[in-house]
């Protein structure tokens, strides 16, 4: 009777609410993880920092990383909620290029010069993402495509459209207001403004994840779809949502990386979606779905990235980043994996015990 | 009395198959109503049916003496109807106060409620009223879950749908994965919801279960009720009887 054991002696805490944390799921969830993955951040740069104090702990050189990780950080947000409810969206860097090809036109349309044709590019590349995300979404939960074949598909269509548009050469024509102010921009001094953009879109993605209905709605359809269903949860409507939500995240990056390089970049994002899964994988996010935290998926962005420039400085052929972080990306799955496994006499541990049950 | 939950010659073909021929049902408030039948005997699409899940294609279902039509769950829920599924039905990786609001998430009051942020004091009072209520065991109310054993699961998912049902509450073999002593506080659970007044409806394979909690047993076969027992005035024998169909044999 174990069940009716009560340790503070109290006869009215037979219903047994024990040992109150004081800690929200969130927080108490990812810990372990969340630790172990900040300490190996940490121990990366105090070893770079070690190795070539004068010029990897430099301003100089933190400013670079972070100007480099933005677009990265921004793309991380959205799809740590796509991944949180168990899909993938391998068509990120597409659905960024075609949104910076459909703003340039917009731009050029508008004759090119001004905040009016900047801001109207803004708005289209939102507006373009974030449609194709919701396609994606749609795809995935009413179509009931699987979200890798959906996405796999946008990767090649989203490409091949902006090629089909551009015939297949970078536009350029960004405004000299998209480029100065904010590809090249300063907040203050040496603050990049592209890096406050991500930090931003960062701090909001991470308080609409963890603090707002829509958050725990993500990680509940993730969790158990099923579950939601029947108690009147609308799955499909919160998948597209969150796909929508994920294509909106690459129209900012599409703008970003327009302001960064004043063109578009159609051969240039072909990588862009592993980058972005690997760093949320790293950061303790559940390819299962149900599980993951914005914090997470930052470091594990920081990481690679880390690397990359870590290894120019010091003189080690960078191309050893692509090692170092596949077999980083590999060991976090299986920490996910092996943590599951051990964790749950619980919820996985029922699909085991039904799974024997029938055999 | 007037029945809570009253089905009346409900009908349910699957292409050639029918799988409910004028199907009566019925439920009395503070009852525990136990509907019994071999497998194949329809009581899953009777339950899908009252429950909001499928569409009859005969037939009137009543609440409270007066037609409905649920659509949908959502529908049923709002009549007051529920039901605690076999398989648990909670999400692993969110608490027990997630579960209990599932779907039902109370949003903080004034601006930040309309942009989303809910307010989890309000929750988690509510979700330990609900657990005392039940004599719950749930040994905390901000791990996740899919930490905690079976039974407390079980527990968790009870006590939701009890805090939210009104009229009519559904047991799809609420016991089945459970062991000993988990079965045992399932079926207290199941008393003080009935206690509450609300009309139970348990379904079940085990007959010494069905006796011990129900008030009144319907029998199902072949896509109708074929019998209504007051538990206290039948026994185990007669119950096997009606469901095999020994007792039309022997009538004949």
């Known amino acids: 009777m174990s069940m009716f054991t009560n340790t503070n002696g109290d006869p009215k805490s037979d219903f047994g609410i024990l040992a109150e944390e004081k800690e929200s799921l969130f927080k108490s969830l990812p810990k372990t993880q969340t630790f172990q993955i900040v300490s190996v951040l940490f121990i990366i740069t105090a070893i770079f920092s070690a190795i070539a104090p004068s010029t990897f702990f430099t301003l100089f050189n933190f400013r670079n990383i972070i100007i480099n990780i933005s677009v990265f950080a921004v793309l991380g947000v959205g799809m740590t909620f796509v991944i949180i409810t168990a899909g993938i969206d391998l068509s990120v860097g597409s659905v960024l290029v075609f949104s910076s090809v459909i703003a340039v036109k917009a731009i050029i349309a508008m004759g090119s010069k001004g905040w009016g044709a900047t801001f109207v590019g803004i708005f289209v590349a939102l507006v373009v993402a974030s449609a194709w995300g919701a396609l994606n979404g749609w795809l995935v939960s009413i179509a009931k495509v699987p979200a890798f074949i959906v996405t796999l598909g946008s990767l090649s269509a989203a490409l091949g459209v902006s090629q089909i548009i551009t015939g297949g050469i970078d536009l350029r024509g960004a405004t000299p207001e998209l480029v100065d102010k904010i590809g090249f921009g300063n907040i203050y001094k040496q603050i990049p403004v592209l890096g406050v953009i991500a930090v931003v879109i960062v701090i909001l993605g991470g308080i609409l994840l963890h603090k707002t209905k829509f958050g725990l709605l993500t990680y509940a359809v993730g969790s158990n779809n099923e579950a939601c269903r029947r108690v009147g949860i609308n799955v499909n409507r919160q998948l597209i ?81 692509n090692v170092v972080v596949g077999v980083f990306l590999v060991a976090a799955v299986y920490v996910d994996t092996a943590r599951r496994d051990a964790a749950d006499g619980g919820g996985k541990g029922l699909k085991k015990r039904s799974k024997r049950s029938t055999s | 009395m007037t029945y809570v939950l009253e089905a009346k010659g409900i009908v349910r073909r699957y292409g050639h198959v029918e799988a409910l021929r004028g199907c009566n049902f019925n439920v009395s408030p503070g009852e525990v109503t136990a509907l019994i039948g071999d497998n194949g005997a329809g009581k899953s699409t009777l339950v899908r049916i009252l429950s909001g899940a499928e569409q009859p294609d ?127 506080n399932v079926l207290n659970l199941v008393r003080r919801v009935r206690d509450k007044g609300i009309g139970i409806v348990f379904i079940s394979h085990s007959m010494p279960e069905v006796l011990e909690i129900s008030d009144r047993v319907q029998v199902m076969r072949r896509g109708i009720t074929i019998a209504d027992y007051k538990t206290s005035q039948t026994n185990l024998e007669e119950l096997v009887g009606a469901m095999t169909g020994r007792l039309d044999d022997l009538s004949n």
Not at chain 1, 248 to 259: E, H, P, Q, R, V
Not at chain 2, 61 to 79: M, Y
């Open chain 1, 241 to 321: 949502l969150v796909y929508a939500l994920m294509g909106f995240t690459a129209g900012i990056g599409g703008i970003m990386s327009l302001a960064m390089y004043q063109q578009t970049t159609i051969a240039g994002q072909s990588n862009t979606a592993l980058t972005v899964i690997a760093g949320v994988v790293i950061g303790g996010t559940s390819l299962f779905g149900g599980y993951g935290t914005i914090f997470g998926t930052m470091i594990g962005l920081f990481i690679p990235i880390v690397l990359q420039t870590g290894f120019i400085i010091i003189g080690v052929v960078p191309f050893w980043q």
């Open chain 2, 58 to 184: 005969d037939g009137e279902i009543f609440v409270d003496g007066n037609v409905v039509r649920t659509e949908s769950p959502s529908d049923a829920r709002d009549l007051g109807i529920e039901t605690v599924f076999q398989d648990l039905a909670l999400c692993p990786h969110l608490n027990a106060v997630q579960n209990m609001y599932l779907g039902r998430e109370v949003p903080r009051k004034g601006i930040l409620g309309k942009f989303g942020f809910l307010d989890y004091e309000v929750m988690r009072k509510g979700s330990e009223d609900a657990f005392r209520d039940l004599g719950a065991t749930v040994r905390s109310l901000t791990s996740n879950t899919g930490s905690m054993s079976g039974g407390q699961r079980q527990s968790i998912a009870v006590a939701r749908s009890a805090a939210w049902a009104t009229k009519v509450l559904f047991f799809d073999e609420p016991t089945a994965a459970l062991g000993v002593v988990q079965k045992k």
